[in-house]
């Protein structure tokens, strides 16, 4: 590689962006380097991690490229803060409720309605998921497998994203976490499901999970 590039490794170091001058060189480096990922990605899509605090010309750029950003309903707000419903979502974008870094629907559920001390950020969140999928906010009185998983996963698939990914713990109704960002513990990366999708299958609960869920996905026409 260092024969290559003359001995330099190849990297990005991003200017801070606190003028227009610095964007603009950020955003049109950053294209260059993302034309190259696209060029040697072949058949395969790419996608980009467009999350957390971003500067505003990274999604715009983004969509210039042709390349798919992240829809996480519960952060996805017009400026008034109401949430943003799934038809309004651009087509070329990947809508989910968590990814590695975040606590599945389930842990957010607990945290909210179900541990001594309820959190008031996880009723929140909930609260937004409640919102993007036309319902009203949830209380402890619900049954999160039959009144609320259905309905939120029901407006995900309904989405204008091109894709709509959902995770194997969310899919399951489980707590499991993944990764705790900022955390080095033993259990990052390291968490197995109880048992394969196989023998998970024969169960009565996931089986009727399932069946649920390929009936959203026929009815919302991504399968």
């Not at 001058?21 to 467009?50: F, H, I, K, M, W």
């Not at 957390?52 to 983004?62: A, E, I, Q």
């Not at 001390?117 to 993007?132: G, N, T, V, Y």
């Not at 194997?168 to 993944?178: M, N, Q």
Request: aromatic residues 8%; hydrophobic residues 35%; positive net charge.
């Amino acid at each position: 590689m260092r024969a290559r590039t003359q001995g330099h490794e190849p990297h990005f170091s991003p200017r801070p962006d606190n003028t227009w001058e610095n964007c603009e060189g950020n955003r049109r480096e950053g294209e260059e380097y993302l034309r190259v990922v696209l060029q040697e990605s072949g058949a395969t899509r790419v996608v980009g991690e467009d999350l957390g605090t971003v500067p505003d010309y990274v999604r715009p750029s983004l969509r210039s490229l042709g390349v798919a950003g992240f829809k996480i309903p519960q952060w996805e707000n017009y400026p008034d803060h109401r949430s943003i419903p799934g038809g309004a979502y651009e087509r070329m974008s990947v809508a989910t409720f968590a990814t590695h870094d975040h606590k599945p629907v389930r842990a957010l559920w607990e945290e909210a309605f179900e541990k001594p001390h309820h959190s008031e950020q996880a009723r929140h969140d909930l609260a937004k998921i409640a919102e993007f999928a036309g319902l009203p906010a949830p209380n402890q009185s619900m049954d999160y497998l039959a009144q609320f998983y259905p309905v939120i996963f029901n407006a995900l698939f309904r989405s204008e994203s091109w894709i709509a990914i959902v995770m194997i713990t969310d899919l399951l109704g489980r707590k499991d976490r993944f990764n705790v960002p900022g955390t080095a513990a033993n259990s990052n990366w390291s968490r197995r499901l109880p048992g394969t999708i196989r023998k998970l299958a024969r169960g009565p609960d996931a089986k009727r999970q399932m069946l649920v869920v390929q009936e959203l996905l026929q009815k919302s026409g991504r399968i």
